[in-house]
Antibody, heavy 124, light 107 residues
Framework: QVQLQESGPGLVKPSETLSLTCTVS????????WSWIRQPPGKGLEWIGY???????NYNPSLKSRVTISVDTSKNQFSLKLSSVTAADTAVYYC??????????????????WGQGTTVTVSS | DIQMTQSPSSVSASVGDRVTITCRAS??????LAWYQQKPGKAPKLLIY???SLQSGVPSRFSGSGSGTDFTLTISSLQPEDFATYYC?????????FGGGTKVEIK
């Protein structure tokens, strides 16, 4: 079965760039949307953005100016970069597989596979 | 963005109780709603998708209903492992948005 694992630094300094990678194992990265979601301490969930295996992306407008999501199909990985971080970006960051189809035959079946999450603290 | 409002924000219940959680969207989202369960320190787990479809492996005591703007998650007979926080999430309009969560606590 498909499993996801986040990796990256747990501590990032203010104004620097947060970089995380999600490794997909047990299946191919093809044919799905691959997403990043975050959860500040004690708070709810915020969708950051997704990348389709073909490379097309879509980002939450609230973060769009600072977010870049990329994919490396040869490594079965996708990555998140969030620039100019502040303490407000401190959160548990999750990667997830999102099942949906765009266009005329639209459907949305939610995020069915999640990584365990990685805590990122923004502090000097 | 579409706002998702869950109620109640917390509920105290006993094992065997029937529990109902409501989620209201600020505009019509058709049936593109998912429900997740999250336990402390763990990632969310998909329970229901497309408002009423049970995700594979999820016990049948969980059910979802609704369309348009009003949705419900029901746990027919609460089990000890069901004490957790539940989130709804809409996937009809960009960006996907989550409700604020409902914490199900032991009475």
């Amino acid at each position: 079965q498909v499993q996801l694992q986040e990796s990256g630094p747990g501590l990032v300094k203010p104004s620097e760039t947060l970089s995380l990678t999600c490794t997909v194992s047990g299946g191919s990265i093809s044919s799905y949307y691959w997403s990043w979601i975050r959860q500040p301490p004690g708070k709810g969930l915020e969708w950051i953005g997704y990348i389709y295996y073909s490379g097309s992306t879509n980002y939450n407008p609230s973060l769009k100016s600072r977010v870049t999501i990329s994919v490396d199909t040869s490594k079965n990985q996708f990555s998140l970069k969030l620039s100019s971080v502040t303490a407000a970006d401190t959160a548990v960051y999750y990667c997830a597989r999102e099942t949906a189809a765009a266009g005329r035959d639209y459907y949305y079946y939610g995020m069915d596979v999640w990584g365990q999450g990685t805590t990122v603290t923004v502090s000097s | 963005d579409i706002q998702m409002t869950q109620s109640p924000s917390s509920v105290s219940a006993s094992v065997g109780d029937r529990v109902t959680i409501t989620c209201r969207a600020s505009q019509d989202i058709s049936s593109w709603l998912a429900w997740y369960q999250q336990k402390p320190g763990k990632a969310p787990k998909l329970l229901i998708y497309a408002a009423s479809s049970l995700q594979s492996g999820v016990p049948s005591r969980f059910s979802g209903s609704g369309s348009g703007t009003d949705f419900t998650l029901t746990i027919s007979s609460l089990q000890p492992e069901d004490f957790a926080t539940y989130y709804c999430q809409q996937g009809n309009s960009f960006p996907p948005t989550f409700g604020g969560g409902t914490k199900v606590e032991i009475k």
